[in-house]
């Protein structure tokens, strides 16, 4: 079925608000949980709201938790999220650190005791429509081998690099496995295999069966032995420096995913950088990489986040695509 965004983000916010939400801030959760699925990303959209009220009613997420300050220096602070919503601490943090590199020319803020932010993206366009640059990343409970192993004891742990472009933001968004859990979970709700191996399954063969991997819990790493030790990096940046949970910290944890850590950097470059200067060469490098010759397998070459604005005019125009079961889920909550 396809949904228009107004109804979709109107019975989610009545959602939140029956199960304790107070309105202002279920109208923004329910709102980025919405845009999500109209700009295309719909396995961390309405997909998985279901999942969040579930998380409410279990304590894991806490609607009246608010982010608190706890320490800074210069352009630097820590945030604990106190459980509270992820979406809303993240938006917070972001917040933070574009108001810091406004002062200093560069902003970071570490949170911990935070949920699971959905789109990663969305803090990476916060901070371009504010005219800065960013890098967020988080860590997860244990959901990926290292290279070599067969346990889980790294996250995939997504990357976010985002920059300003007035012909539309260049963002990359990335789980350090070749696909998200979410990813997998559409494509086995859709009855499709991945289009190259995702993982392994219990048996120890590569597969491109999504369900047989969620089974396994074995994802492939991005680059293999490269994404392995770059997610373990991240968790080691996040946890560290915001004084939170690490991976293995999280999977400690009673119930469902929760407590991970984050971080949240913006770049105010326009106090180095003319307008101008920047615009040029964001023109030249998108220019030149559009002029890439297609092999036989490609349909079109597009930059990081072209197809973010293609998706979200056709939805604008004939509404979100909704899975029948994922919305009827939805509304007997």
Same mark, same amino acid.
């Given at each position: 079925?396809?949904?228009?965004?107004?109804?979709?983000?109107?019975?989610?916010?009545?959602?939140?608000?029956?199960?304790?939400?107070?309105?202002?801030?279920?109208?923004?959760?329910?709102?980025?949980?919405?845009?999500?699925?109209?700009?295309?990303?719909?396995?961390?959209?309405?997909?998985?709201?279901a999942?969040?009220i579930?998380?409410?009613?279990?304590?894991?997420?806490?609607?009246?938790?608010?982010?608190?300050?706890?320490?800074?220096? !210069? %352009? +630097? #602070?820590?945030?604990?999220?106190?459980?509270?919503?992820?979406?809303?601490?993240a938006? $917070?943090?972001? =917040?933070?650190?574009?108001?810091?590199?406004?002062?200093?020319?560069?902003?970071?803020?570490?949170?911990?005791?935070?949920?699971?932010?959905?789109?990663?993206?969305?803090?990476?366009?916060?901070?371009?429509?504010?005219?800065?640059?960013?890098?967020?990343?988080?860590?997860?409970?244990?959901?990926?081998?290292?290279?070599g192993?067969?346990?889980?004891?790294?996250?995939?742990?997504?990357?976010?690099?985002?920059?300003?472009?007035?012909?539309?933001?260049?963002i990359?968004?990335?789980?350090?496995?070749?696909?998200?859990? !979410? %990813? +997998? #979970?559409?494509?086995?709700?859709?009855?499709?295999?991945?289009?190259?191996?995702?993982? $392994?399954?219990? =048996?120890?063969?590569?597969?491109?069966?999504?369900?047989?991997v969620?089974?396994?819990?074995?994802?492939?790493?991005?680059?293999?032995?490269?994404?392995?030790?770059?997610?373990?990096?991240?968790?080691v940046?996040?946890?560290?420096?915001?004084?939170?949970?690490?991976?293995?910290?999280?999977?400690?944890?009673?119930?469902?995913?929760?407590?991970?850590?984050?971080?949240?950097?913006?770049?105010?470059?326009?106090?180095?950088?003319?307008e101008?200067?920047?615009?040029k060469?964001?023109?030249?490098?998108?220019?030149?990489?559009?002029a890439?010759?297609?092999?036989?397998?490609?349909?079109?070459?597009?930059?990081?986040?072209?197809?973010?604005?293609?998706?979200?005019?056709?939805?604008?125009?004939?509404?979100?695509?909704?899975?029948?079961?994922?919305?009827?889920?939805?509304?007997?909550?």
């Amino acid at each position: 079925m396809r949904l228009p965004f107004d109804e979709v983000k109107e019975v989610m916010k009545g959602k939140l608000m029956a199960h304790g939400c107070e309105e202002k801030k279920a109208d923004k959760v329910a709102h980025e949980v919405a845009r999500n699925s109209l700009e295309g990303t719909y396995t961390h959209g309405i997909n998985r709201f279901a999942r969040l009220i579930r998380n409410m009613d279990e304590g894991i997420v806490r609607p009246e938790a608010e982010p608190e300050i706890i320490n800074r220096f !210069g %352009a +630097l #602070e820590q945030v604990d999220g106190h459980l509270g919503f992820g979406i809303t601490n993240a938006w $917070f943090c972001m =917040d933070e650190a574009i108001r810091l590199a406004s002062e200093n020319g560069i902003g970071m803020v570490a949170l911990r005791n935070t949920n699971h932010w959905l789109r990663a993206a969305t803090y990476g366009y916060q901070a371009c429509e504010a005219g800065m640059a960013a890098i967020c990343f988080t860590n997860t409970m244990p959901n990926m081998p290292t290279w070599g192993a067969v346990d889980s004891r790294i996250g995939n742990n997504p990357l976010v690099f985002a920059f300003p472009r007035k012909e539309g933001h260049l963002i990359v968004d990335m789980a350090m496995s070749q696909f998200s859990y !979410g %990813a +997998l #979970e559409l494509a086995r709700l859709q009855g499709r295999e991945m289009q190259i191996d995702a993982g $392994f399954d219990k =048996d120890g063969h590569l597969t491109k069966d999504p369900d047989a991997v969620i089974k396994s819990r074995r994802t492939l790493p991005t680059g293999y032995w490269k994404g392995a030790a770059l997610s373990f990096m991240l968790d080691v940046f996040a946890s560290t420096i915001s004084m939170g949970n690490t991976v293995a910290g999280a999977g400690r944890l009673e119930g469902d995913e929760h407590g991970v850590s984050q971080m949240f950097l913006a770049i105010d470059y326009q106090k180095l950088v003319p307008e101008e200067v920047a615009e040029k060469t964001l023109e030249e490098v998108v220019a030149d990489l559009l002029a890439s010759t297609k092999d036989e397998h490609t349909d079109r070459i597009v930059y990081p986040g072209q197809r973010k604005q293609e998706i979200k005019e056709d939805n604008l125009k004939n509404h979100i695509p909704v899975d029948d079961g994922v919305w009827e889920e939805i509304l007997k909550l």
